[in-house]
């Protein structure tokens, strides 16, 4: 394999997640996380994501057939949807923080009412128990139940089995034992750092250390075994050195390769999205700063509330601001050069503009 060049990498990180459009689940089998975040603007995160992967896929789809489908709400690096089968490389999952005697008590008498119940919104159980209200993560005031709730969920004791209007309406879960041997938690961590790298290769070394950090939300119990294949890497993945950075990726994959070719399409990505999550390797590959500034106060804001950014061919030349309004789309672009003048450019940008309001249309309509 010929050593590749940043080009290679820049070229290889487009199309080796920018796939041909699939199946819904085949797209999030094939990312092996889709990250969420509730903000829509125009649309959620992960619907953002996935409409470049999902042949035919419409804003809002993810949610409406959620239930039909191996998937789950769970954690992995962060928050999102991952195929069920990825839950046994995190379950039982053990909380950096017990939690105390009362705590356990309330617990064990929600999970005895849902089991009685079957599937329950928040709102019962509130109903029931009267938990009152705790202070959050944040200082402020927050519904026991609904923190209470989180905290099953997150320890593998419910399930989310759809949503209500956005809220999640929980069942118990149940996880199929799993090897709790010193080889047996071994093997999950290195599964879950070959996760990782599938889904954010090609990855500069300061970002995967980074990445393995984070597993510390999906599989606290398991960060000595992490950090232990993270010390493994150089062995397990195929590396290069490039102008003092060592990159990583899939010991089967080339970044050399000429199929990577990039296409002619412009495209809107989610703030999120597997192309510029990273943003050490964004400003790497790209020579700008990209940054997500939804919780940034407005005069403060370079770029925007949430700055989509904007690919074409192999780079993301700058972003966009997108509102839809009476449905029609209300885009705002900023670049991070000069904007291309030629006629293919502004071909390319209508046509992804018109995909775009197909995509929110879907939403709209509740198809």
């Known amino acids: 394999m010929a050593a590749p060049t940043l080009d ?97 008590r309330k617990a064990a008498e929600v999970l005895a009412f849902v089991r009685e119940h079957g599937q329950v919104h928040p709102r019962e159980v509130e109903a029931h128990f009267a938990h009152g209200r705790v202070t959050n993560y944040w200082g402020g005031s927050s519904n026991a139940t609904t923190h209470l709730l ?46 990782i790298v599938r889904k954010y290769a090609p990855l500069p070394a300061s970002s995967l250390t980074y990445l393995v950090r984070l597993l510390g939300y999906g599989a606290p119990h398991l960060a000595q075994n992490t950090q232990a294949a993270l010390r493994l890497a150089p062995n397990r993945f195929a590396s290069c050195r490039i102008e003092g950075t060592t990159w990583f990726w899939p010991a089967d994959e080339n ?44 005069p403060k804001r370079r770029l925007g509330y949430y700055a989509l950014p904007l690919l074409w061919h192999e780079r993301v030349i700058g972003w966009a601001n997108v509102t839809a309004k009476g449905g029609r789309l209300q885009p705002v672009f900023g670049y991070a050069d000069t904007k291309p003048r030629d006629a293919a450019f502004r071909l390319a940008l209508d046509e992804e503009l018109q995909r775009m309001a197909a995509f929110l249309d879907g939403e709209r309509r509740g198809s």
């Open 8 to 104: 290679d990498l820049r070229r290889y990180a487009i199309a080796r997640t920018l796939f041909k459009p699939t199946t819904l689940p085949g797209a999030i089998r094939r990312l092996g996380f889709v990250q969420a975040d509730p903000i829509r603007a125009p649309a959620r995160a992960q619907d953002l994501t996935l409409r470049h992967r999902v042949k035919d896929y419409r804003a809002g789809d993810l949610e409406r057939r959620y239930t039909r489908l191996p998937i789950e709400e769970d954690c992995l690096v962060n928050y999102g949807f991952l195929p069920r089968e990825h839950l046994a490389l995190m379950h039982p999952r053990e909380a950096r923080q017990a939690w105390d005697a009362e705590t356990r």
């Open 150 to 195: 989180d905290g099953m969920h997150y320890r593998g004791m419910l399930r989310v089995v759809r949503r209500d209007s956005g809220t999640r309406i929980y069942e118990v879960a149940a996880h199929p034992p799993c090897d709790e041997s010193p080889a047996g938690r071994a093997a999950r961590a290195a599964a879950l750092v070959d996760l």
């Open 255 to 298: 970044p050399a390769s000429r199929r990577h070719a990039p296409d002619e399409a412009v495209r809107l990505l989610a703030p999120f999205d597997p192309v510029v999550w990273d943003r050490r390797r964004f400003e790497l590959l790209w020579g700008w700063r990209y940054t997500f500034e939804a919780y940034v106060p407005a």
